[in-house]
């Protein structure tokens, strides 16, 4: 017997079988989407989540939403760095990508979105040091923005991820091209990637972009550290839509470029004023950027924000570098007495991924005590007061100085003359330096090559940059040589372009 209201049920179905609000999955970027994103990115994370989950009972067919929580996991695995955090959240990749492949074919969202929460798991892996998934991960999300890219060629959002692979991967140490070769197929080449980014910011200037933070944040990033081109980075981070007032990711990127760029003072200000209070994630790092900032003032404090990072962070990254740190505090202020403790604490504490760290490690396995006055020195420099660097290192004389140190010794004086624009100074201090360590492939000969490369560029000398930017990969220091020749070759290509 055919029920009374099967008419009404066809009827229904013929009326709204095709309107994706009724029936379909569908992608719709809006307003409530599109503040959860805003959210999430500004590491709100708690109310990000809360409008997921309601998007999640109001819209339960814009499968956008999957995409936009799976910022939330990316920025709470990168930040938090929690082993056991990264065994429970990762069935969650699979889970939305599985969702996300039920939505209409004909949508550039589609793979759009997939190949987004395959990069950031791919950041991800990286992160915790799956090397072949996070190289498997890329690749696939490489081949999605192609093919999207082919369909959807209008699609700004595309070059947003698509920019960022390609300057990436154009950028890889060596010690990665292993890598290069898993991903077979992609295209590395900075100015390529460069390009795209700078589109999507052209677009963003005069359409309203759901992504353009996150596109301002990835063009600045390019901009100073891979192009050196840190006037426009600033104006990038100047114009962008981030209300640093309330997004504590976007006062981690600027605060960290201003240091870079030893706008102390500012970054200072920020770090001070960061957002802060139980809605956003922990952000233990900010604590030891803060610390870092404040013993190269030689401020006595330090050590308080420095112990809060190690005492609350619960990953590897920057661990080493914080007790170095908390080991030059009590160098300078305490005269060295806790010197085998933070050596110990050095020695068995966090991970060895990041150059400043494996330098630590190093410096403590060596029993590398830092000459107190170079060390001073060093500090004052770090922090933007080159002259009062200057006065300390003349009072040191250089023959009371072991080989090394004296490497150390020339190298800054070369720096704190580059700084002050003496520029023939400099490059007078840094080929001592070189000379002397160069034969033994130290630490010292390679970054002053690497500087030497930097004066010559500034100089528009371009025969002599290429010339002490090869001279530097030719070098080969225990500690910072991936972040070293690395810089090298991306000096390589500028002067080559």
Not at 222 to 246: G, H, M, V
Not at 434 to 462: D, M, P, Q
Request: proline content about 3%; glycine content about 4%.
């Amino acid at each position: 017997m055919i029920s009374k209201f099967t008419p009404l049920i066809f009827f229904a179905f013929f009326i709204f079988g095709n309107n994706p609000i009724f029936s379909q999955n569908y992608f719709q970027p809006n307003e409530k989407l599109e503040q959860a994103y805003i959210n999430a990115n500004s590491l709100r994370i708690n109310e990000a989540q809360h409008q997921i989950n309601d998007l999640k009972q109001s819209e339960a067919q814009n499968l956008l939403t999957y995409h936009i929580e799976n910022y939330i996991d990316f920025y709470k695995l990168l930040i938090l760095e929690e082993a056991e955090l990264y065994e429970k959240l990762l069935p969650n990749k699979d889970i939305r990508l599985e969702k996300l492949a039920n939505g209409p074919k004909d949508s550039p969202y589609y793979l759009y979105s997939q190949a987004e929460i395959e990069l950031q798991w791919a950041l991800i892996h990286l992160k915790f040091e799956n090397y072949f998934r996070a190289f498997n991960e890329a690749k696939k999300a490489h081949h999605k923005l192609i093919k999207n890219q082919e369909k959807f060629p209008n699609f700004i959002a595309n070059k947003k991820s698509l920019g960022l692979i390609h300057a990436l991967v154009g950028t890889l140490p060596s010690s990665y091209q292993w890598g290069v070769k898993i991903m077979s197929g992609i295209e590395g080449d900075l100015e390529l990637g460069k390009k795209e980014l700078e589109s999507v910011i052209n677009y963003s200037d005069t359409n309203n972009y759901l992504f353009a933070q996150e596109a301002s944040i990835s063009y600045a990033f390019l901009l100073f550290y891979l192009t050196n081109d840190k006037k426009q980075a600033w104006k990038i981070l100047e114009k962008s839509p981030i209300d640093y007032k309330r997004n504590l990711l976007g006062v981690f990127v600027k605060s960290l470029i201003a240091y870079d760029d030893q706008k102390f003072d500012l970054a200072l200000e920020l770090l001070n004023e960061r957002p802060k209070g139980k809605e956003y994630l922990p952000f233990y790092l900010l604590d030891y950027y803060e610390g870092s900032i404040m013993l190269n003032n030689l401020d006595e404090n330090a050590s308080q924000l420095l112990n809060r990072f190690v005492n609350n962070f619960k990953g590897n990254s920057f661990l080493k570098k914080a007790y170095q740190r908390l080991l030059w505090h009590d160098l300078i202020f305490n005269e060295g007495k806790k010197f085998g403790l933070f050596r110990e604490k050095i020695i068995h504490s966090g991970g060895v991924l990041l150059d400043d760290d494996k330098g630590a490690h190093q410096a403590a396995i060596q029993y590398l005590k830092p000459h107190p006055v170079l060390l001073k020195a060093r500090l004052l420099y770090d922090g933007g007061n080159f002259r009062e660097s200057l006065k300390v290192l003349e009072n040191i004389d250089d023959n009371t100085l072991n080989n090394i140190e004296k490497q150390e010794y020339y190298y800054r004086l070369g720096r704190i003359n580059q700084q002050l624009k003496q520029y023939n100074l400099a490059i007078n201090w840094f080929k001592i330096s070189l000379a002397t360590g160069k034969k033994n492939n130290t630490l010292y000969a390679c970054k002053s090559a690497l500087e030497l490369g930097h004066v010559f560029e500034s100089l528009n000398n371009i025969s002599q940059a290429k010339h002490y930017y090869k001279e530097c990969l030719e070098i080969r220091p225990e500690n910072y040589r991936n972040s070293l020749h690395n810089k090298a070759k991306i000096g390589l290509q500028r002067v080559g372009k």
